[in-house]
């Protein structure tokens, strides 16, 4: 079963955010899991530093380093401190730190109420006190310098804890330990944990309906010039070249839309030259046929004599139809990159002369004369294939005394440089439109009545001469001529190289 672009992309798309949705969860989950504790520990560490501070102050207001072994200062007055600093009730009630608390000798009011903590009455009585069981407490205590417990719970070696000095007047006096907190219970970290993924998991269905609406959206966008571009190329391959897809400009698929659009209008080119092609190579093979299936069943009736002249003329129409059918195999050949050409070193000026000498004579007997105009500094030495090229420039010199009105001229001249060779051939009116310049060299194509009233011509002599140009890996063009009629340019390498 095929699946469909829309299911596709939605499956695609699905597979995605499930991935990215599962990774992030994942990496999420043990960054929490793992990062939490060392937060927890990073903070201790704060909270020891930040007591090891209190505790110096507290020696300091007390009469020294004494007062950790004579009873003046209390772990859970410290504790309860601590825990006031932590606590949003130290905004409001500024901790002890900030003002010394008074000698233990000092004015009844300034002492702690019997029973109470020894807090000096620098908090209400009345207001509960933090918890000083809190994790904290149960895990520091204070040690001399020697290493003998002073104050809290006794802990253990010194391997298994952290410290923090205490200073007074830049002199050790004590050192805070704390134990590091334990591993979060596994109940409290699995709740936290579920929570976070039932979150992940929320945020992972709603991506993958937002996946699901966009595929929706995008298969509605993509699928439908595409089910339009599959229309029109099946119509197309079934013999259909005159249809055409509605623009969309914009995206890669409008590219592609222009694309088959350019293609199917090639193609019904190619169809239109194909039937043309058809029509009037049938009718070019015809006409000779034709005249020579006159010729025989004259003589077969005995209506014409058997005479040498008779036979001549058979052998004219033989001939014309020989050209014919040997014009059609070069242009095969061309098509078929196959064209065979025997490269040797030639002088080109000396080639150009031969060709306009084999010409000047029905030139003159149509009213028509032939400039030559080539370097006279020596030859032009080539290497190119001299039977293609002068059959090039023949079939270029036979169109122009074909369709020159007399009198008029026909100029020929070749220039060279180190690596190019350049031969313009002009002739004076009539001239050929603008809009079938580029069409000239196409395989049976006839100009208008201006160059294509005269007779004669199988209308491939052009198209070979384009053939023998590429073959030599050059080029063919035709402009307009200041003559008044046809400029035609041929520009060929110096030595060139079979084009396949």
Same mark, same amino acid.
Request: glycine letters at 8%.
């Given at each position: 079963?095929?699946?469909?672009?829309?299911?596709?992309?939605?499956?695609?798309?699905?597979?995605?955010?499930?991935?990215?949705?599962?990774?992030?969860?994942?990496?999420?989950?043990?960054?929490?899991?793992?990062?939490?504790?060392?937060?927890?520990?990073?903070?201790?560490?704060?909270?020891?530093?930040?007591?090891?501070?209190?505790?110096?102050?507290?020696?300091?207001?007390?009469?020294?380093?004494?007062?950790?072994?004579?009873?003046?200062?209390?772990?859970?007055?410290?504790?309860?401190?601590?825990?006031?600093?932590?606590?949003?009730?130290?905004?409001?009630?500024?901790?002890?730190i900030d003002r010394p608390p008074p000698?233990?000798?000092?004015?009844?009011?300034?002492?702690?109420?019997?029973?109470?903590?020894?807090?000096?009455?620098?908090?209400?009585?009345?207001?509960?006190?933090?918890?000083?069981?809190?994790?904290?407490?149960?895990?520091?205590?204070?040690?001399?310098?020697?290493?003998?417990?002073?104050?809290?719970?006794?802990?253990?070696?010194?391997?298994?804890?952290?410290?923090?000095?205490?200073?007074?007047?830049?002199?050790?006096?004590?050192?805070?330990?704390?134990?590091?907190?334990?591993?979060?219970?596994?109940?409290?970290? *699995?709740?936290? %944990? @579920?929570?976070?993924?039932?979150?992940?998991? =929320?945020?992972?269905?709603? +991506?993958? $309906?937002? !996946? &699901?609406?966009?595929?929706?959206?995008?298969?509605?966008?993509?699928?439908?010039?595409?089910?339009?571009?599959?229309?029109?190329?099946?119509?197309?391959?079934?013999?259909?070249?005159?249809?055409?897809?509605?623009?969309?400009?914009?995206?890669?698929?409008?590219?592609?839309?222009?694309?088959?659009?350019?293609?199917?209008?090639?193609?019904?080119?190619?169809?239109?030259?194909?039937?043309?092609?058809?029509?009037?190579?049938?009718?070019?093979?015809?006409?000779?046929?034709?005249?020579?299936?006159?010729?025989?069943?004259?003589?077969?009736?005995?209506?014409?004599?058997?005479?040498?002249?008779? *036979?001549?003329? %058979? @052998?004219?129409?033989?001939?014309?139809?020989? =050209?014919?059918?040997?014009? +059609?195999? $070069?242009? !095969? &050949?061309?098509?078929?990159?196959?064209?065979?050409?025997?490269?040797?070193?030639?002088?080109?000026?000396?080639?150009?002369?031969?060709?306009?000498?084999?010409?000047?004579?029905?030139?003159?007997?149509?009213?028509?004369?032939?400039e030559l105009q080539v370097p006279a500094?020596?030859?032009?030495?080539?290497?190119?294939?001299?039977?293609?090229?002068?059959?090039?420039?023949?079939?270029?010199?036979?169109?122009?005394?074909?369709?020159?009105?007399?009198?008029?001229?026909?100029?020929?001249?070749?220039?060279?440089?180190?690596?190019?060779?350049?031969?313009?051939?002009?002739?004076?009116a009539p001239t050929v439109k603008a809009?079938?310049?580029?069409?000239?060299?196409?395989?049976?194509?006839?100009?208008?009545?201006?160059?294509?009233?005269?007779?004669?011509?199988?209308?491939?002599?052009?198209?070979?001469?384009?053939?023998?140009?590429?073959?030599?890996?050059?080029?063919?063009?035709?402009?307009?001529?200041?003559?008044?009629?046809?400029?035609?340019?041929?520009?060929?390498?110096?030595?060139?190289?079979?084009?396949?």
């Amino acid at each position: 079963m095929r699946l469909r672009i829309v299911a596709t992309l939605a499956l695609m798309l699905m597979v995605f955010v499930s991935v990215a949705v599962l990774g992030l969860g994942g990496l999420l989950a043990w960054n929490l899991s793992s990062g939490f504790a060392d937060y927890l520990a990073t903070r201790d560490l704060e909270r020891l530093e930040r007591f090891a501070t209190l505790v110096s102050s507290y020696c300091e207001a007390r009469g020294g380093a004494s007062a950790l072994t004579n009873g003046s200062i209390d772990m859970r007055e410290l504790l309860l401190d601590m825990a006031l600093r932590d606590s949003d009730l130290a905004a409001a009630h500024p901790p002890a730190i900030d003002r010394p608390p008074p000698p233990p000798n000092g004015p009844p009011a300034a002492r702690a109420p019997p029973g109470a903590p020894p807090f000096f009455g620098r908090f209400d009585p009345a207001r509960p006190p933090p918890d000083v069981t809190a994790p904290f407490g149960d895990r520091v205590a204070i040690y001399s310098a020697e290493g003998r417990l002073l104050l809290g719970p006794e802990l253990p070696n010194l391997g298994a804890t952290v410290s923090e000095p205490v200073l007074l007047q830049g002199k050790l006096i004590a050192q805070v330990r704390l134990l590091p907190a334990p591993p979060l219970p596994g109940q409290v970290e *699995i709740h936290f %944990l @579920r929570r976070q993924y039932i979150g992940i998991a =929320a945020f992972g269905v709603s +991506l993958l $309906l937002i !996946a &699901l609406a966009s595929a929706h959206w995008l298969g509605r966008r993509w699928v439908r010039p595409l089910l339009a571009v599959q229309d029109v190329t099946e119509r197309i391959a079934r013999g259909e070249p005159g249809v055409r897809l509605a623009e969309r400009p914009g995206d890669e698929i409008g590219d592609v839309i222009r694309n088959i659009n350019r293609m199917a209008e090639d193609l019904q080119r190619l169809e239109t030259a194909r039937r043309r092609w058809i029509a009037e190579i049938s009718h070019e093979l015809r006409t000779p046929l034709t005249v020579i299936r006159g010729e025989v069943e004259a003589l077969v009736e005995g209506v014409r004599p058997l005479t040498p002249r008779a *036979i001549l003329s %058979l @052998r004219e129409e033989v001939q014309k139809l020989g =050209a014919i059918v040997e014009d +059609l195999h $070069l242009l !095969a &050949l061309s098509d078929l990159k196959a064209l065979p050409c025997n490269f040797g070193s030639l002088d080109a000026s000396e080639l150009v002369r031969r060709v306009v000498h084999r010409f000047e004579r029905q030139a003159a007997e149509r009213g028509l004369t032939i400039e030559l105009q080539v370097p006279a500094d020596g030859p032009v030495t080539v290497h190119w294939d001299a039977r293609r090229i002068e059959q090039l420039l023949a079939n270029l010199l036979d169109n122009s005394l074909r369709y020159t009105d007399p009198p008029g001229r026909i100029r020929l001249s070749l220039t060279a440089t180190e690596s190019r060779v350049h031969i313009d051939i002009e002739d004076s009116a009539p001239t050929v439109k603008a809009a079938d310049l580029a069409r000239l060299f196409d395989s049976m194509f006839r100009a208008d009545a201006a160059r294509g009233r005269h007779s004669g011509g199988s209308g491939l002599g052009l198209s070979i001469c384009r053939a023998f140009a590429l073959a030599h890996g050059g080029d063919i063009s035709a402009t307009a001529a200041a003559l008044g009629g046809l400029h035609v340019q041929v520009d060929l390498p110096a030595t060139a190289v079979l084009h396949t």
